[in-house]
Each structure stands twice: as structure tokens, then as C-alpha cells.
T-cell receptor
Framework: KAGVTQTPRYLIKTRGQQVTLSCSPI?????VSWYQQTPGQGLQFLFEYFSETQRNKGNFPGRFSGRQFSNSRSEMNVSTLELGDSALYLC?????????????FGQGTRLTVV | TQLLEQSPQFLSIQEGENLTVYCNSS?????LQWYRQEPGEGPVLLVTVVTGGEVKKLKRLTFQFGDARKDSSLHITAAQPGDTGLYLC????????????FGSGTKLNVKP
């Protein structure tokens, strides 16, 4: 069974540009969440999508947005990139919706903004 | 401010020693998960604990969820170099089971 797949693995962008990251969840998983991981702040929740709807959002500026498609695949977009956006962006998918929900992570996309 | 406080932040021990990592909060969680992460990779799920007071064992790893579902611990017996990595605890929100709050992590180095 394939795990969570994130593409691309590495990206280098210039300040002011925009970027789109992709996440394919485990087959059968309908919930996809995005996290940002930096050395200073650790793992921070960006947003979660379920059945193409954003169910929850973290405390990030509007430059960070996402969407989910009917096949549960998700994309995350960051516009007007800043140096501080350099981070490992992680996507997690989950199947169950109860208290025993388990999140499975992809390998991440390493974004470097120069 | 982290919702989940992990301690210690760094731990360097010799192979064969025992260790405990703590994850504490003033908030109640619906469940708590432990992950291990290698550099440049995504976190890998080790265990999920759901019930207050629950204890789960995974070979040499023992996980415990506090009675009040606010804290957890991970105990490793006879640590091995292969246990080296970043250990993360994550609590699931009571209102949204798919929203996780992560601790800052414990970087473990086991020397042969």
C-alpha cells in the first residue's frame, strides 16, 4: 500500500514568487492536513481538508492557501514568498474520524526561499 | 508558546541505557501520538494512545497516556543506536480529531 506522496521533494524559489506543493494521500484517506516545520517553531498546523472542504485553519497569513480535489489529492499554495517561508512542508492523511484518528505523513517538500 | 511541552530537548546516551521522554500540557487531548523523525524525512507514527491511563508497548518502547489525558511519556529500555532520531509527541484536538498540536521534539542520540 503506497504511503503519502509529496511532490516535489525540494524547491528553491526567489522572494516574491509563488509556489504550489502537491500531496497524494494514502488510498481511502479523505482527510489531508498540512504542516510547516522549521527549526525555531517546530511543526505547526496550516490547514486541514476533508471532502474538498477546508475544515480547520491554523494561524498563518492569507498568503498560505490550499485546496483538495475530488480524488482527495491536495495542493498547497504560498504566494509572495518571504525568506521566512523556508521550511519543510509536510502533508498528513488520515482515514478514521474518531478519537483514534491516526495521521500518516509524507516525506515532505523542502522549500528554500532565496 | 507550545501547547505541548516536551522534555528533555536533547538527550545523548550510551547504548544499553534507559531513557524517558515527557510530553506535558495543561490542555486535554482526545488522543496522543508519538512519532520518530529522521533528518529530511517526514515523521513516522509509532503509537496512538486514546484512553486516560493507557499503556502501550512496542518492543523496547513503552508509551503511557496520563489519567487526565493531558500528558504522556515514552520510555525506551536498553537504547540502541538505531533509536537515534527526533521524537515528537502530538495531541489531537478535542474539537477536531484531525488537528494535531506538536511538541517541540526530543533529539535523541544513542552512542555505540
Amino acid at each position: 500500500k503506497a504511503g503519502v506522496t509529496q511532490t516535489p521533494r525540494y524547491l528553491i524559489k526567489t522572494r516574491g514568487q509563488q509556489v504550489t506543493l502537491s500531496c497524494s494521500p494514502i488510498s481511502g484517506h479523505r482527510s489531508v492536513s498540512w504542516y510547516q516545520q522549521t527549526p525555531g517553531q517546530g511543526l505547526q498546523f496550516l490547514f486541514e481538508y476533508f471532502s474538498e472542504t477546508q475544515r480547520n485553519k491554523g494561524n498563518f497569513p492569507g498568503r498560505f492557501s490550499g485546496r483538495q480535489f475530488s480524488n482527495s489529492r491536495s495542493e498547497m499554495n504560498v504566494s509572495t514568498l518571504e525568506l521566512g517561508d523556508s521550511a519543510l512542508y509536510l502533508c498528513a492523511s488520515s482515514k478514521r474520524q474518531g478519537r483514534d484518528t491516526e495521521a500518516f505523513f509524507g516525506q515532505g517538500t523542502r522549500l528554500t526561499v532565496v | 508558546t507550545q501547547l505541548l511541552e516536551q522534555s528533555p530537548q536533547f538527550l545523548s546516551i550510551q547504548e544499553g541505557e534507559n531513557l524517558t521522554v515527557y510530553c506535558n500540557s495543561s490542555s486535554v487531548f482526545s488522543s496522543l501520538q508519538w512519532y520518530r523523525q529522521e533528518p529530511g524525512e517526514g515523521p513516522v507514527l509509532l503509537v496512538t494512545v486514546v484512553t486516560g491511563g493507557e499503556v502501550k508497548k512496542l518492543k523496547r518502547l513503552t508509551f503511557q497516556f496520563g489519567d487526565a489525558r493531558k500528558d504522556s511519556s515514552l520510555h525506551i529500555t536498553a537504547a540502541q543506536p538505531g533509536d537515534t532520531g527526533l521524537y515528537l509527541c502530538a495531541g489531537a484536538s478535542e474539537n477536531n480529531f484531525n488537528k494535531f498540536y506538536f511538541g517541540s521534539g526530543t533529539k535523541l542520540n544513542v552512542k555505540p
